[in-house]
Nanobody, 116 residues
């Protein structure tokens, strides 16, 4: 069975930093794209960033220069490093592991709260 677990969410001050982790098991992790999505209260879930199997990355415009997605295939883990956090970054962050047009897997999410 496939298991995807996010961790690292926390309450953080404006301007602070946080690193989220996405640990996967039960799949050949290095063959999949890993993406991060987030959902603020009362809002739709939005795609934030992703990293392909070849290491190519893409970012939502509003997080470019502040967020960095990386992966460590030996550990079956992807990371989201977030800097200069703002209240607008608050939400539940979900890890999504997928092949385009094929199966996908989601974690349960980890809460990030940015406040003064």
């Amino acid at each position: 069975q496939v298991n995807v677990v996010e961790s690292g969410g926390d309450l953080v001050r404006i301007g602070g930093s946080l690193r989220l982790s996405c640990a996967a098991s039960g799949i050949r992790f290095r063959s999949y794209v890993t993406a991060w999505h987030r959902q603020a209260p009362g809002k739709q879930r939005e795609w934030v960033t992703q990293i392909n199997s070849d290491g190519k990355t893409a970012y939502l415009d509003s997080v470019k220069g502040r967020f960095t997605i990386t992966r460590d295939n030996a550990k079956n883990t992807a990371y989201l490093s977030m800097n200069n956090l703002a209240p607008e970054d608050t939400g539940v962050y979900y890890c999504n592991i997928f092949h385009f047009g094929a199966e996908e897997y989601w974690g349960q999410g980890t809460q990030v709260t940015v406040s003064s």
